[in-house]
């Protein structure tokens, strides 16, 4: 567009300083990588070391040894569940929001809108008070049912999005060859919204692995900590001297999200701005 | 999808109604649990005394809006408050410039130039906010941290092992720094995909009037992707309003919290810290009338865009 007008020389400058700029960004990103692989000496020298040349993996070992898979292990089952039951449900409501006109409609899209952007501080008083009541502080059913709400509301405005996009004569032709509602659901319509399910379940996984205060208010004994939390206190423990380890147990955690994130992004981007698709 | 809508509307078969309200059963029952009474539950809180002792099997006693008087009568909440607020506004500016911006360098550059601005800009925008917080950490850290070092080789030497966390207001500029660096990403690819909405015609035809560049951008661009700076502002205002995890990691590192509590870590403090649960309730409902009332203006912006 503006770029019609924009001269050659102009270009190339603005090119260089978009370059610059993403090396700025992406600094902290590297920062972290290239300090998890170094040794004491070189991480608290009196000058920064730029380059791992001389690195290893030593980091990694500090961080496994001090309870990275105890909490990895609680971190995955909360994730799986909040994604299973998350999907399943938004997906069923997704259905009901895009395939069919009813009373209500209007007034529950708008609720899972508002319900979406509710701040955790709003609620985390309460529902601590309800877990304990329940029996369910310290516990992944707890955890995952408060990421379960959490997560169903936005997964329910991405999928309807994409279950409009799948025009309903598809379905339709599929009856007229004789297929049951069923069939031609499973057969004809289930296969094209693969991509969306997946987009879905990389957004509940994101916010199941890195949310952190509905975990610090919910898991309080040390062996039920997830991810973050373990992070939080791996990084108390050893601020003073050991930031290669803590480096190496960011990289640890991040990069899992930095592989999928790079699959959805464009995705999440749309569907919070303008709906995924027009429905 | 128009004519889909109408077949639809006119034959609604009560059989299709029935189906559809069994569907939306199972997330509205789990938003129920997990949100909605916790919802009713805080308002019966927040008119109780619920503190240690109730914690401890006292029954809690109706004190109606003692806790909210006695909130509003409160110097430091309301400091609280206005800290929120101020910060919260000032980083949504800051973002939404640097953003919008970085969005409209994307479409002066060549496309070798943009794939390392998206990937970098990825890249921060998918790290856990902990992993996030961390680095940061050590980047500012007073001692071995890139920033202080840097900032003494270009000439202050006042930073040589300057602590930037135990000090109210450079606290404050290190968690901007950060939410401001996680937040830009959203907003830049945001613009930017509204920018390229924008048809090039118009440009040229701006350009042959005699209009200047920059004349073009507030007279043509800006008033063709509004809608969506609208959104993404309003968005960033809300996310800002609950910096909560960002605010509560960096407390750990500086370790002064009175000076640099904001509206989510004070009620985390006062209710989990202290056991304070009566009041901290009514904070909350404070906290969660402010983000609902932005969120319904937000879902009416939407709803223009959509036709909801």
Not at chain 1, 39 to 55: H, Q, S
Not at chain 2, 209 to 231: E, H, Y
Request: aromatic share 12%; glycine share 8%; charged share 15%.
């Amino acid at each position: 567009m503006t770029g019609l007008v924009t001269s050659t020389a102009r270009r190339r400058s603005y090119s260089v300083l978009a370059v610059v700029l993403a090396l700025l960004w992406a600094f902290p990103v590297y920062w972290m990588i290239n300090s998890s692989l170094l040794p004491y000496n070189r991480i608290r020298g009196a000058e920064p070391t730029f380059w791992p040349l001389d690195g290893g993996f030593d980091a990694y070992g500090r961080a496994f040894d001090s309870g990275f898979f105890a909490a990895l292990r609680v971190s995955a089952m909360v994730t799986a569940v909040t994604i299973g039951v998350a999907l399943l449900f938004a997906f069923f409501a997704a259905l009901a929001v895009s395939r069919f006109r009813f009373r209500g409609r209007t007034s529950f899209i708008i609720t899972v809108l508002v319900v979406q952007m509710i701040p955790v501080e709003g609620l985390f008083i309460s529902q601590y008070k309800m877990l304990e009541g329940w029996q369910l502080l310290n516990s992944v059913a707890g955890l995952s049912l408060l990421y379960i709400a959490t997560v169903v509301p936005f997964t329910i405005w991405l999928l309807r999005g994409f279950i409009a996009g799948v025009p309903f004569e598809l379905e339709e032709a599929a009856l007229v060859d004789g297929c049951t509602r069923i069939q031609a659901f499973f057969r004809v319509t289930l296969p094209l919204l693969a991509p969306g399910l997946a987009a879905s379940g990389v957004f509940g996984f994101v916010q199941a692995w890195n949310e952190f205060a509905l975990a610090l208010v919910v898991m309080s004994r040390p062996e039920n900590r997830t991810l973050p939390l373990w992070l939080r206190t791996f990084t108390e423990a050893n601020r003073a001297d050991d930031w290669a380890g803590i480096m190496a147990g960011s990289v640890l955690i991040a990069v899992p999200v930095l592989i999928f994130f790079l699959f959805v992004q464009r995705r999440m981007a749309s569907g919070l701005v303008t709906g995924a698709v027009k429905g | 999808m128009l004519r889909r809508a109408r077949r639809d509307a006119a034959t609604p078969t009560r059989r299709s109604a029935h189906l559809s309200y069994v569907l939306l059963v199972p997330a509205v029952l789990v938003l129920l649990a997990a949100m909605g009474y916790p919802l009713a539950r805080q308002v019966v809180l927040s008119l109780q005394e619920y503190g240690l002792a109730q914690q401890f099997g006292q029954p809690p006693e109706w004190v109606g809006l003692d806790n909210f008087q006695q909130l509003a009568t409160d110097a430091y909440l309301w400091q609280v408050i206005g800290r929120s607020l101020a910060f919260c506004l000032a980083v949504a500016g800051l973002t939404m410039v640097i953003g919008t911006a970085l969005a409209v360098l994307m479409t002066h550059i060549s496309r070798a130039a943009r794939l390392p601005l998206h990937v970098a800009l990825l890249l921060a925008w998918a790290m856990p906010h902990l992993a996030s917080l961390t680095v940061w950490q050590w980047l500012f850290d007073s001692q071995y941290g890139v920033i202080n070092w840097l900032l003494v080789r270009l000439g202050f030497d006042e930073f040589a092992g300057h602590s930037w966390l135990i000090e109210p207001l450079s606290f404050f500029v290190v968690a901007a720094v950060v939410v401001t660096w996680m937040s830009v990403p959203f907003v830049a690819f945001s613009v930017y995909a509204g920018l390229t909405q924008v048809p090039g015609e118009l440009h040229e035809a701006g350009a042959i009037d005699g209009a200047s560049a920059r004349r073009r951008f507030w007279l043509i661009t800006v008033p063709l992707i509004k809608p969506v700076l609208l959104i993404v502002g309003l968005l960033q205002i809300i996310w800002d309003l609950k910096v909560f995890t960002q605010i509560f990691v960096l407390q750990d590192a500086g370790g002064i919290t009175r000076d640099t509590n904001l509206i989510g870590t004070y009620i985390y403090r006062l209710g989990i810290g202290q056991g304070q649960f009566g009041m901290a309730s009514a904070a909350s409902i404070f906290i969660l009338l402010v983000t609902v009332l932005l969120s319904l203006a937000y879902v009416r912006l939407l709803a223009r865009e959509e036709g909801l």
